[in-house]
């Protein structure tokens, strides 16, 4: 998966490039490479290495790759199941495992 910030232009792309990632149900037969990958960016977004993504890390980390504040409330939306605020390694796992 292409991370490098890029342009506008392939903003939605990416967007929806993740948002696939984050919101299917197939996810369930999605290789291990694939998994690897999503782990990778969970450690790319955690910043303090508490396992424990914060609203902070992911905005940081969203908003340097041109997604938009609606993809993060998204993002929490999607993997916060508790709403706390914070995504949790088992919280993030759980939304393809
Ligand atoms: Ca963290
Ligand atoms: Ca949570």
Known sequence: MELLNGTEH??????EILADYFRSPSHQTET??????LMDIF???DRDGDRILTKAEISS????????????????AT????SDGRV???EYGRSWA
């Open 10 to 15: 392939d903003h939605w792309a990416r967007a």
């Open 32 to 37: 291990m490479a694939d998994q690897q990958e």
């Open 79 to 82: 993997f916060d199941s508790d």
């Open 61 to 76: 980390f969203l908003l340097s790759r041109n997604f938009n504040k609606k993809f993060i409330e998204e993002f929490l």
């Open 88 to 90: 949790t390694e088992a």
């Open 43 to 45: 450690d790319q977004m």
